[in-house]
């Protein structure tokens, strides 16, 4: 059964590139990122991992854990990611999973029989502090996920988890947002003395929240 948003990621154990990984305990009290590849030494792939390994110090300041999962052996890991410092100028800095029985692949729905029985697809999960999948994107095989708009969801889903506010269509991190409809006029008020826009009742525009 397809895992939703709002599940409880489910817990595995794996080996990875910096030892074993209990996946719960790993990312206690963290956000987490985790994201599949269809196989090692697979171009599009390469270029991702280089990318996210680039992002350290962002995922970091949001408190995030990434890990990458294969199905390929740990063993076959370290010449991968000797290619991928060479060939996108940034080594590999966080675990990436050997999932060789694809027990977590199977947990997480991420193998699609029309495509390939054993590859998994490329997918990515973000799961909060509380263990539940707050987003799940999944990309066909030839198409490398944008990194940049995984950030922004994740400042969005952090911002919205703290504060009654959604984040309108293309928001980025500092831009105005969104007071929920579950927020009255008149609570709304103490949480905003300040006052907002009212395009329509139900959307009103205020700065958005620091802290």
């Not at 990122?33 to 599009?44: A, C, G, M």
């Not at 991190?173 to 009742?201: R, T």
Request: aromatic share 8%; net charge negative.
């Amino acid at each position: 059964m397809a895992i939703l948003i709002g599940d409880t990621a489910p817990d595995f154990t794996l080996d990875s590139t910096e030892g074993p990984i209990h996946f719960h305990d790993y990312i206690d009290g963290s956000w987490a990122v985790l994201f599949s590849h269809p196989k090692n030494y697979t171009p599009v792939c390469t270029t991702e991992l280089g990318y996210t390994a680039k992002l350290k110090d962002e995922f970091a300041k949001r408190g995030v854990k990434v890990l990458g999962l294969s199905v390929d052996k740990l063993e076959d890991h370290t010449g991968w990611a000797r290619d991928i410092e060479e060939t996108q100028g940034s080594a590999l800095n966080f675990p990436l999973l050997a999932d060789t029985e694809g027990e977590v692949a199977r947990k997480y729905d991420m193998i699609h029989p029309n495509a390939d029985n054993t590859l998994t697809v490329r997918s990515l999960f973000v799961i909060g502090p509380d263990k539940k999948v707050k987003l799940k994107i999944e990309y066909p095989a030839s198409t490398g996920r944008n990194f940049d708009e995984i950030l922004r969801v994740i400042d969005s889903l952090q911002l919205t988890a703290k504060h009654q506010v959604a984040t309108p269509v293309n928001w980025k991190n500092g831009e105005d947002v969104i007071i929920v409809p579950a927020v009255s006029n008149e609570a709304a008020k103490a949480k905003y003395p300040q006052g907002w826009k009212e395009l329509k009742p139900y959307l009103r525009i205020v700065p958005q929240p620091q802290g």
